[in-house]
């Protein structure tokens, strides 16, 4: 068993470190609000002060951060991040969604110590987090996934090297682009159907049958018509990733659905919904109607 430490214990993170507990690891944690680590150290990981301090012997460092600013943050301050405390035999994981740009510029700074990293984002949200079916993309070289292949494999069911540094990132964000754009022509065509005065559920249910519904979509239509907005995926995090996209792509004006996309998240964020489920983006659309029929429900 290996020596890990966790950086970041959101909704992901948590479920991440809580699995490697489980799988028998030593695990280190550190969260920038302490108490998130309070149910992990009952379980029986260690809780560090510092992102420094947790990388502090660790055989991999693995970080679950909102954002390029926040990763920046944790592994690069140059007192207290995990880069500091890292020893050169260590392989940084980072598994935030971040920008390609970032994670290349992350993969120098720890090459520089004579680590390695290896990105791997994840596709999945708590619930495939809490049944250990996170699927990963990881960017970076055969060496190191060899090595973390077990340890990711603690926490997911699938592993796919999909190319150097920078790549993973890529692959995440365009899995996370065609979710949102789902998401969105989703939830206005709930919206056309109620206001035509048709069953949306009855309709969707027909649409179902044929080859261009996705599985994910199973779930996005029974979370609208129930007005179920428990939060998996936030809108804010996923209007941060559309935004990711656009800075990939070079422009709006590259990637016109996308950016059309981000502006219903954005509509929504400015209507008090950023932290309700990505498809409360639905009340945007449909806000005025009666109750879902017997069907919808």
Known sequence: MSKISVLGLGAMGSR????????????????????????????????????????????????????????????????????????????????????????????????????????APVSGSRVQADARQLVYFVGGDDTTLARADPVLKAMGSAVHLVGPLGSGALVKLSTNALLGVQVTVLAELIGMLRRSGADAGRTLQAIAGTAVW???????????????????????????????TIEAAGSAEDVPMIAAARTVFRKAIDAGLGAQNMTAVVTLVAPHNDEPSRQER
């Open 16 to 119: 991440m470190a809580a699995h490697l507990i489980k799988a028998g690891h030593d695990v280190t944690v550190w969260n920038r609000t302490a108490d998130a680590a309070k149910p992990l150290v009952a379980a029986g990981a260690t809780q560090a002060r510092t992102p420094r301090e947790a990388a502090a012997g660790a055989a991999f460092v693995i970080a679950m951060l909102r954002d390029d600013g926040a990763s920046r943050s944790v592994w690069l301050d140059p007192d207290n991040g995990a880069l500091a405390g890292m020893a050169a035999s260590a392989v940084a994981i980072e598994s935030s969604t971040l920008t390609p740009g970032w994670i290349r510029e992350l993969g120098h700074a720890i090459a520089q110590r004579g680590a390695a990293l290896l990105e």
């Open 214 to 244: 996705s599985p994910v979509a199973h779930y996005l239509v029974s979370s609208m018509l129930a007005g179920d907005f428990r939060t998996q995926f936030p809108v804010d995090l996923i209007e941060k990733d559309f935004t990711y």
